[in-house]
Each structure stands twice: as structure tokens, then as C-alpha cells.
């Protein structure tokens, strides 16, 4: 059977479990277990995936950092520095309109899941009385959540793509950097610029209340800023990098008397549907290995009539919007890119990395839209479009930008 045919059916399968509420790691794993009746039944081929997933280094690093990036989240929050944080940062910056974007924005580099329902009461306490429709909170607390993933060493499908790449962390953000200003500032233009607020009485935060903040601001921000050192600048693997900083900064809370018990933090952290989930995705990946399907579909793109990033562009988009999640793209495609000659690859899993976050940004199987919308109580239809135009206008930027200086 046509490798493409095969592709419609996994994917048109895998569309339907996911709106059945079925994770996506399960939902892949169907999807490859179709590759697998249609194009090469046999045991052995379902035995050399297991053992290729069981002894690759990659499957270990992935694991490993995923879970260090739990341990340090509930280090974050149930020390209370995670809070203190969002009362300096809120005491610090002038203006309610760049707060209202800084926010979501800077709660972003720590991701974790569903974390817009974080976020969304800040923005929600920013925006009171100031006459704001809903709609437009949503999409704020939604968008700028997120406009950090394009270069934070933290997000699992950076680390998912980097690691199936065999490209270093830091390569990737160097190379994808400038997107983040640029989705930062097309935010701006359409969801900030057009609010109109009235000053409210400013209320007084008692100098050592301040203080202590500030301490939580740091706290926080050391660890991001550490792993970013770690991985970018020395080149540690992820696991490595993120165990390093968990250990410190237990010890580190420990000294200053706000330490969580080491219990509640490292098996806190044993998150099964996560393990099971990172299995589905390199399992799947194994499967179009073995099965010959990712040659067959690389040559399919080598033979299209567009140009290959214009292909990559449109598939990240189309798998984002699918599955509301990177990992499902990331995962799909980073292996066809390695595996597609004649190109910078970096430029291509930047096309990836891009335009699958761009396809997440206006879906509604998106767990962080569904929070947006259910907080604020919001019209799903009215939010969309001006996440939509956001979207839109970030991604005319960014194709003209690509295409004139990397192709």
C-alpha cells in the first residue's frame, strides 16, 4: 500500500482517539501499530524496535530531564517561591499593560502542564475594572504563556527535538532566538496595544514584604538561568544538567529554612503518564524506522513539486493543530528532516519548531486554550480569531525572514 495512504489512516486514526480523550502517547502508539499491519507484520520487527528503545541513550537523557524539570517545578511551588515572585514582579514593573504580558510570559519559562491556569488569575487581578473583554484576557494569558517555548531548554519537545536531531539545546535557541521577540511584539501589537486602562490607587508593599520577594524572584530565576548556563554554554546533556540543578536547589532551600521534603519532591515527580507517554513517542519513531516508512515518505518529499521547508512548514502545522501538543510534531517529523539531504538542518527543525508551536497556538485540543477559555469564561470562536490574527501575522514575518536569509 502507498506509504502516503497509510499516513492518512494513521493520522485520520490518531485524530480521532485524541477526540476520544485519549493521550497522545497512546494515540501514537496505535498510529505506528497501523504503519506496522500495513507495511511490515512482522514479530521481528516489533522486537528489534523494543530493544533499540531499551539500550538508546537518547531514551535515558530524555527520561531523565523531563523528570528533573517535575522535581524542580514542585521545588518552585511548594517553597512559595513561585509565588513571591509573580508579588515582585507585579510590585517592580510600572506599567498594567506590559505587566499583563510579562506575567504569563516569564511564569512560561518554568513550563508545566496546564500551566496557563497559573497564570490566568494574575492577569485576571491585572485586568479588573479596567473594562477588558474577556475574550481578549484569554488570548493574552494564552498567547504570551507561551512565547518563551521557541528557546527555553526546559519545554519537553525542545528537548524531545534536539535529542532525536542529535543537535545540541543551544544550537537551536541561537539559531531561533530572535522568534521570541518577535512573537512577543506581534502580541503586543494585536492583543495589548488596542487596551485603553485607567489608573487605580497604587497600594504600598511593606519594604521587607519587598524584600522578600525579591529573594523569591532570584530563587527562581537562578535555576532557569543555571540550566540555560549548563546546557547551552557547557554542553551537558539534559538529564545532567536538570538532576544538577534539582539537587541544588533542594540544598539551597534547605539552608534558607523553606525546604519541601525530599520525598514529596523526587517521587512527587514520577509522573507515569509522562513515562509512558515518552515510550509511545520513541517506539512510534522505531516502528517508522523499521518499517521502512520514514524512507519511503522522505522520498515521497524529495519527488513533491514544493520546495522541502514548504513541506516541513505545512506538516508541523497541520500534526500541531492535531494533536494541541509539539511533542506529537516534533516527534513525527525530526527524524524525516535528519533524514532529508541538501539542507542546513538546523534551518530545518527550526521550520519545525516553529510552525508547530504556531499550529498549537490556534487549537482547541490545546490543554492551555481550554484553561484560558474555561477561567475567563469566554467565547471559544472570538478568542480563536485573535489568536488566530496574532498567529498569522508572526508567521508572515517569520516565512519572509526564513526564506529570504536561510534558503
Known amino acids: 500500500m502507498n ?13 480521532w482517539l485524541l477526540r476520544k480523550h485519549w493521550p497522545v502517547g497512546p494515540s501514537l502508539l496505535v498510529a505506528g501499530a497501523i504503519f506496522w499491519v500495513f507495511l511490515d507484520p512482522s514479530v521481528g520487527t516489533l522486537g528489534t524496535c523494543l530493544y533499540n528503545v531499551g539500550i538508546k541513550p537518547q531514551t535515558y537523557d530524555l ?11 514542585i521545588e518552585m511551588n511548594k517553597s512559595g517561591c513561585l509565588n513571591g515572585m509573580v508579588r515582585y514582579l507585579i510590585a517592580k514593573i510600572p506599567s498594567l499593560r506590559l505587566t499583563m504580558a510579562i506575567m504569563p510570559a516569564f511564569l512560561g519559562l518554568l513550563p508545566s502542564i496546564g500551566g496557563a491556569r497559573f497564570s490566568a488569575p494574575i492577569v485576571d487581578t491585572l485586568a479588573r475594572n479596567q473594562g477588558i473583554a474577556n475574550e481578549r484576557l484569554s488570548a493574552i494569558n494564552f498567547w504570551f504563556r507561551h512565547v518563551f517555548e521557541y528557546t527555553s531548554p526546559l519545554v519537553p519537545s525542545m528537548i524531545l527535538t534536539c535529542t532525536l536531531a542529535g543537535i545540541g539545546i543551544g544550537e537551536l535557541i541561537g539559531h531561533v532566538a530572535w522568534v521570541v521577540v518577535l512573537a512577543f511584539a506581534c502580541g503586543w501589537i494585536v492583543l495589548i496595544r488596542p487596551i485603553r486602562t485607567h489608573a487605580e490607587e497604587s497600594q504600598t508593599i511593606d519594604p521587607n514584604d519587598l524584600r522578600s520577594y525579591r529573594r523569591d524572584f532570584f530563587m527562581c530565576l537562578v535555576p532557569i538561568a543555571f540550566a540555560f548556563v549548563l546546557m547551552v554554554g557547557f554542553g551537558l546533556k539534559a538529564s545532567v544538567a536538570m538532576g544538577l540543578v534539582s539537587l541544588i536547589s533542594y540544598v539551597a532551600l534547605r539552608l534558607l529554612k523553606r525546604g519541601v521534603p525530599f520525598k514529596r519532591i523526587y517521587l512527587g515527580a514520577v509522573e507515569w503518564r509522562l513515562l509512558r507517554d515518552i515510550f509511545c513517542i520513541v517506539f512510534f519513531i522505531e516502528l517508522l524506522e523499521q518499517t521502512g516508512a520514514l524512507m519511503q515518505i522522505v522520498e515521497g518529499f524529495r519527488a513533491a513539486p514544493l520546495p522541502i521547508p514548504v513541506i516541513i512548514a505545512m506538516c508541523s502545522f497541520t500534526i500541531g493543530v492535531l494533536c494541541g501538543t509539539s511533542q506529537g510534531p516534533c516527534a513525527i517529523l525530526t527524524p524525516i528532516a535528519v533524514a532529508l539531504p541538501g539542507f542546513e538542518l538546523l534551518d530545518l527543525v527550526g521550520i519545525l519548531v516553529v510552525f508547530s508551536f504556531a499550529g498549537i497556538m490556534v487549537t482547541p485540543t490545546h490543554m492551555c486554550m481550554m484553561i484560558s477559555l474555561d477561567y475567563f469564561k469566554s467565547d471559544f470562536f472570538r478568542m480563536l480569531r485573535l489568536c488566530f490574527i496574532t498567529m498569522n501575522l508572526k508567521m508572515l514575518v517569520f516565512s519572509s525572514i526564513v526564506w529570504y536569509f536561510w534558503f
Do not use: K, P
Open 63 to 73: 527520561v531523565g530531564a523531563l523528570y528533573f524539570v517535575v522535581c524542580l517545578e
Open 3 to 15: 506509504v502516503f495512504v497509510v499516513v492518512m489512516i494513521a493520522m485520520v486514526t490518531m485524530v
